[in-house]
Each structure stands twice: as C-alpha cells, then as structure tokens.
C-alpha cells in the first residue's frame, strides 16, 4: 500500500505540475477530428464535406451487379443473390440488398448521406468564406444530391419518410413515410431549385451540373409515369391510385426534352467501326459529348477508391472472377445486322449464332471465339492467341476432349468460370492485365441516349410513334443498325428490346421490368450456350468444324442445379423495409406482400 500511495502522490503532482505551467494541453485541438465551427469558417473544408456527400452515389463497378438482380447476368458467387432472383426476399432475409455493392440503394446508407446533404444546406448560406457565386453552385450540387438519393430510395421502395432537418439524438424520429406522389413531388421541387444555381459545365471534374438535375428529372418522371404505378395501386405508398397517367408523360417529355434543348450533348461518335465506336463510349476516360455526369477513379485501392471490373467481371482463363455473366436471353435480344430478330428456329441464325448481329453484342460481351486480350505467359500454353474459349465438347483427331480455358473446367482455375458461357466485356478496360489492377475508366451516371430513350418511350405511351422513331434511329444509326419503322404494341416491344441492349450493365434492366410489369414474364429459369465442336487445331479456329450451338440449362456445380433458377414473387416489384428498421419505427408502414 505504501508503494501505492507514494505513485498515486507522483502522478498528482506531475498533473498539477503540469497544470500550473500550461493550460492549453488540455484545450488542445484533436488530430482525429474537426469541429463543426471549423469546417463552416474554411472554404476548402466546406467544399471537402460536399465531397464525401458524392460519395453516396456510389457506382455499378461492384462486386455485385444490379444486372444480375434481372434477367441479364447471373452471378456465380452466390452471396444471397439466388433469393433474389428466386423472389425469397424479406424483412428479415435481405439477400444481397444487405451487402455493401448496393450501398447506393439501401434505406439505412442513403438516410445517412441524406443527412449530410441536409447538414450542408442548413449551413451553406451562412458561410461567409465563400462567394456567392460559388455559394450558390455547391447549394445546387447539395439539392442535386438530395434528390438523387431520394430518387433512389423511391425506385427501390416507393413514398419514403422525407427528412429535411438532420435529426440529433433527442429528436423524435418515429416519422411515417409519405405517400409515392408527396415523395416524387420532393424529388422535383429539388431538381427545380438546383438546376437554375448549377452551371452547364461542371466546376470540378464529376460535379453536378444542369443537365445533370435535367437528367434526373427525365429519369423519375419517366418511372413514375410507367404502369406499375398507375395499374390499380392498392396503396398509395407504391403508385397514385387516382393520377392521371397521360398527364405524367407529357410531363416526362417535357423533361427529356429541357435536357435536349440545351444544346451540349450529343451521341458518341469518333469511330468508324460501329463496335469500337460503342466500346469507347465507356472506355474513353475524359467526359465526351454524350456524357452528362460520371464518377472518376484513380489507380489505386486505397480506401476503395480504385474501380475492378476487370477481376469482377472478366474471363477466369486470365485469372479473373467472372461474376456477373449474361444469361441467353440477353444474347438473343440483340437483333441481326439486317434488323431482324435472332430466331433458334432460323437454321443460318443457329449455325453462327455471333455473326451478322448488332455490333452492341460484341462491343459488350465476351463469346467463344472473340477475340480479347494478349494472352498472359501463364494462359499463353493452354491459348496462346488471347481468344476467349468457352465450348463445352472439342472433339480432337487424338481422340481427346481438352477443357476449354475459359470454362469451368479450364486449366487455370477451375472454378471461377462462367456458368453461361459468356462473360461481360462492356466497360471493362483492355490495358487492365492482372486481376487485382484497378482501372481509371469512369462509371456513367447520366448519358444523352439514356435522355433519348426516355423521350422516345414517352412519345410512343404518348401516340406520337413518329417522334419515338427518330430518337430510337439516333442511336441505332450510331452503330449501323437499320432504323426502325415499327408501330403501336409492336414499337412498343422493339422500344424496350432497344433499351435493353443499349443500356446493358447500366443499372436500368433492373426497374425496367418492374415498372413495365413484364418481371414475371422474364424471371424465368436462365439458359446459357452449349457448344460442340471437332477440330484438328483447338487453337486455330479456321479448324473447327460440325460447329453446334444450344441454347440449354446445363448442369452446375458447386450444389446449383442450373444456370440460374429463377422465380417471380409480386411482392419484389419493391424490396421491403428491413425488419430492424420496422422494429425502431413504429409508424413505418411495410410494402405489400411482405
């Protein structure tokens, strides 16, 4: 004990030491953090908190594609994805919604940077260290944001709670969510404030500008007009059980239409080839003319901050994870050079199933026999030519069968092989060699085609089937396709075949369907391609002979019994409020069906 006391007097006295000679350590400024008082007194500070507000609108570049949650691509890894696709999800079995690669798209990641945008806008006009010029715009960005992660929210979930206070922890937040129409007029009412304060360039690379508040209007205006929420809503948390639906177009137009008129986009194209023109539409790293707002990387990982889908998504032969891999039906959607439709019946079609189709097919998916990247040393003795390899049978003179590289049966890894036999080539960089190198290529938020799209289904819901035409033949003209002369019902299901091929792997297939209410017609069981070959050279391709293509559902592995088994349940036209966020609130009303 007395050693004890005799520390314990110690260390009194060294604190009273301390204390008598300077009474600033104590008061000192924590390296960890900063105060609310700094951040609102320093421009580059303020500027830094909008910042990370961006950084909530995330991008298609994870591990888990939204297209894999469609009737796209599967995704071979599993994590939940097959309850789905299977329509087995619920309050308390979130499937992949939990997982961080929808971030963007979940209630709890969102509210949280609701809330900063909400900090930013109760603080921005009062700061005095920064211009009112530039006051305005990052206001605008802030208003921009806001709505952008509510337009999310209302996609996936339908009339939310709207929160415009940040909320501190003595507040009452047993709030109730707002009808889809209150939610969707939030929504607007913040497009309409920022456009007027943001620039039509941006001021930073990836910063909001007008078009890109435009953009976005055109985009939730498009969806809400759509039938899933005016066919009969039985509850006006999920559509408008009295809204007039042909009033919601004309305003949908109106919208595609204000971002037309502005006169600064345009469709992409540098190339003449028509499929290297679409695969730079992606690829080219700086904003080009047809591009509205994208998110950059840098070449690196630290933080997440570099971007993988390379490793995510391509060919395991070089080493990659093949994750999301399209299903049949995609390839089937893309039409042949002349504008007819790809048809198993039509021997010529069978025969060569990839020759003679729309360039999009080969500009974004990688198929037995294209021809990709430099083979690697360690690929280059199984396939030395860099030629994607996915048959199924090679029947050699020797009276061997040898694996194809680039199945699952490959020789590199075994196991990371698509089940389809196709893989995702779209947005994914050719200067990207080894798995686990990042890539600089930006994600798309908002492109012109998307624009045209959107004004084209609006004049065809409209009857203006003419002025539907001509948005269509932009594009398609872009990649040499031949326009389109379609009418009625049958411009209706070319529209959407249209936007399906255009906008692959841009995150729309998802609520496309949905908003169509055409998923249970499309969540069926997903095929892949079996092909069966002889050849006396498997790695001369002028070789192969008795070429055979079918469109099958073979047996998997790794305990599935197919490519992918799909299901449809009505409930999963919306995902459900998780249950904890159902147990904290009391006054959350949960979607139907669940």
């Not at 992660?149 to 415009?164: A, D, K, S, W």
């Not at 390379?310 to 994750?323: D, K, M, S």
């Not at 999301?324 to 995609?330: A, F, R, V």
């Not at 908002?446 to 594009?475: K, P, T």
Request: charged share 25%; net charge negative.
């Amino acid at each position: 004990m007395k050693n004890i006391k005799i520390k314990l007097l110690g260390l009194l006295c060294a604190v009273l030491f301390v204390s008598a000679c300077d009474f600033d350590v104590l008061n000192r400024t924590p390296l960890d953090e900063i105060s609310d008082d700094a951040v609102w007194t320093d421009a580059n500070l303020v500027q830094l908190f909008l910042n990370d507000v961006y950084g909530g609108m995330m991008h298609g570049f994870r591990e888990v594609s939204n297209s894999s949650m469609s009737d796209d691509t599967h995704f071979i890894h599993g994590y939940g994805t097959n309850d789905a696709v299977l329509g087995n999800v619920s309050p308390g079995n979130f499937g992949p919604w939990g997982r961080g690669d929808f971030e963007h798209f979940r209630w709890d990641d969102l509210y949280e940077r609701i809330r900063q945008a909400n900090i930013f806008l109760g603080q921005i006009d009062e700061v005095e260290v920064i211009d009112a010029g530039l006051r305005n715009q990052l206001k605008g960005e802030a208003l921009f944001l806001r709505a952008y992660f509510y337009h999310n929210l209302l996609r996936m979930l339908g009339g939310v709670p709207i929160i415009t206070e940040p909320f501190d922890l003595d507040d009452d937040m047993l709030v109730h969510r707002s009808t889809y129409e209150e939610t969707l007029d939030f929504i607007l009412s913040d497009i309409e404030a920022a456009a007027p304060l943001l620039p039509l360039q941006p001021r930073e690379l990836g910063r909001a500008t007008r078009g890109a508040a435009l953009a976005l209007k055109a985009r939730i205006l498009t969806h809400a007009a759509s039938d899933l929420f005016h066919d009969n809503p039985a509850n006006e948390l999920v559509g408008f059980p009295s809204g007039n639906q042909q009033a919601m177009w004309q305003d949908a137009r109106a919208a595609s239409q204000a971002v037309m008129d502005l006169g600064i986009y345009s469709l992409f194209d540098r190339h003449d080839d028509p499929v290297e023109n679409y695969k730079q539409i992606f690829l080219t790293p700086e904003d080009h003319e047809e591009i509205i707002m994208s998110r950059h990387f840098v070449q690196s990982t630290a933080n997440g901050i570099g971007a993988r889908p390379g490793i995510y998504n391509g060919p395991n032969g070089y080493r990659n994870w093949a994750g999301n891999t399209p299903l049949q039906s995609l390839i089937d959607s893309y039409e042949m050079r002349d504008g007819s439709a790809f048809d198993w019946n039509n021997p010529a079609h069978a025969g060569a199933i990839y020759e003679n189709r729309d360039p999009r097919l080969e500009a974004s998916i990688l198929y037995d026999g294209a021809q990709w990247q430099e083979s690697p040393s360690f690929r280059a003795p199984f396939e030395p030519n860099g030629i994607i390899q996915t048959w199924n049978v090679l029947n050699l003179p020797s009276g061997t069968v040898e694996d194809a590289v680039d199945s699952r049966r490959g020789p590199i890894e075994d196991w990371n092989g698509s089940y389809s036999g196709y893989y995702i080539r779209k947005y994914l960089s050719e200067e990207v060699r080894h798995h686990n190198t990042t890539q600089t290529i930006p994600w798309r938020f908002f492109r012109y085609a998307e624009v045209l799209l959107n004004y084209a289904e609006a004049s065809m819901e409209l009857g203006d089937d003419a002025a539907a035409q001509n948005a269509i033949n932009q594009i398609r003209a872009r990649v040499d396709m031949p326009p389109i002369t379609d009418t009625g019902q049958a411009l209706v299901e070319r529209y959407r075949n249209e936007r399906r091929v255009e906008l692959f792997h841009e995150e729309h297939r998802y609520f496309d369907i949905r908003r169509w209410k055409i998923a249970p017609d499309v969540m069926v069981d997903g095929h892949g391609i079996r092909i069966t070959a002889d050849a006396t050279d498997r790695d001369d391709r002028s070789t192969y002979t008795n070429v055979t293509y079918e469109s099958y559902i073979p047996a998997g592995t790794e305990g599935t019994t197919m490519v992918s088994p799909r299901g449809w349940n009505d409930s999963h036209y919306f995902i459900p409020i998780r249950q904890e966020e159902m147990q904290r609130n009391e006054n959350l009303v949960q979607n139907p069906g669940y």
